[in-house]
């Protein structure tokens, strides 16, 4: 249960930007999570609308996209996809496995509600 | 009022990165090697420590990461090797932020070896970098032979895996040739060691093993 410490961090990160750009209220936070990162997407959820009461991220709703892993033979450059990491090229053998995709925690984008004479 | 989309591509832990770097620098500048233990609560990490520091030749400190209690610190200190002990106070991993804290707080110029005991879960901690050479996997064998494939991204990440409480093998119906050779499959680079902290059986490999890496940071 390392959902609540993502949150925080979350938070910590976006709500400096927020103050900086008076930005008062976040409609959606969008978020790419790999697989392998072990995050349980209704746990944060849960954790994110309780830390975000009286924040300007209160309501807001969590858009998260799932990255699937992706390895790449660092040998012969063979790249597949799986449930769970690879330790070894399927097509070679060689064991220099690369995981190109699937450990991403990653803040892609907020939707902000900006006043019309803002927009910019 | 109207909504805008505003791009923000930041890692979700980028303050949490910042201090495992500061970590990593300050660890490159003074050739210490530093180890990330990981396993269930019950493993046999603590066992482990101090077999190795009863036995290694290298001079070490530990970072002890517990929810409660110093208990396992004070196992380490018996041990006569400096140890700060965090307590999370329900949190289930180590975070860097906490971990360059107490590293800043042992007496590092006498030290080649820290190792870092994280909160006993197979989870939360692979999640987490603190700024370490390498994470070690330790599992013991009353665990079962399925934990390597249940718990993917700490197996398939580390440089080391441990099983512990090998004396148990004919007791618990532990399949050790599936559970090596789950290993093997989601992580070809991973060394591999068998040991009874017990009796101290294996111990001597694990410990070459971090004599080598010392070496390679060493000569880095």
Not at chain 1, 96 to 111: D, K, N, P, W
Not at chain 2, 28 to 50: C, D, F, H, Q, W
Not at chain 2, 54 to 61: D, E, G, I, Y
């Amino acid at each position: 249960m390392h959902e609540m410490s993502l949150v925080e961090a979350l938070l910590e990160s976006l709500l400096p930007i927020c103050e900086e750009n008076r930005w008062k209220r976040v409609e959606r936070v969008f978020l790419r999570i790999g697989t392998l990162r072990q995050v349980i997407p209704e746990a944060l959820v849960f954790c994110f609308e309780t830390a975000a009461v009286g924040t300007p991220f209160a309501g807001a709703k969590l858009e998260i996209q799932d990255v699937p892993i992706r390895q790449k033979c660092g040998r012969c450059g063979v790249e597949w996809g799986g449930e769970i990491p690879l330790g070894r090229c399927g097509a070679c053998g060689s064991i220099e496995v690369e995981t190109i995709s699937g450990i991403e925690l990653e803040i892609e984008s907020l939707e902000v509600a900006v006043d019309d004479d803002e927009k910019s | 009022m109207t909504t805008k989309r505003v791009s923000v591509f930041k890692s979700v832990l980028a303050a949490d990165e910042q201090y495992a770097q500061t970590i990593r620098k300050e660890m490159v500048e003074r050739e210490i090697l530093v180890l990330n233990l990981i396993g269930s609560p019950g493993a046999g990490k603590t066992s482990l420590l101090e077999e190795t520091l009863k036995r290694c030749r290298f001079r070490s400190a530990v970072v002890e990461g517990d929810i409660a209690t110093a208990r396992d610190a004070e196992r380490i200190a018996s041990c006569g090797v400096p140890v700060i002990q965090i307590n999370t106070r329900g949190g289930c991993h180590l975070e860097a932020n906490l971990v360059l804290k107490a590293m800043r707080s042992l007496p590092l110029e006498n030290v080649d070896v820290v190792f870092i005991e994280n909160v006993g879960n197979l989870v939360c901690p692979a999640e987490f970098d603190l700024g370490e050479d390498y994470k070690v996997a330790v599992c013991s064998s009353a665990e079962g032979s399925d934990k390597p494939l249940k718990y993917p991204h700490l197996f398939h990440e580390c440089g080391a895996v441990v099983l512990t409480k090998k004396d148990l093998f004919p007791h618990v119906r532990f399949d050790r040739d599936l559970f090596w050779s789950d290993v093997q499959g989601l992580n070809g680079k991973a060394s591999r060691f068998e040991v009874n902290n017990l009796s101290g059986e294996g111990i001597e490999g694990w410990i070459e093993q971090v004599e080598k890496w010392l070496s390679l940071k060493r000569r880095s």
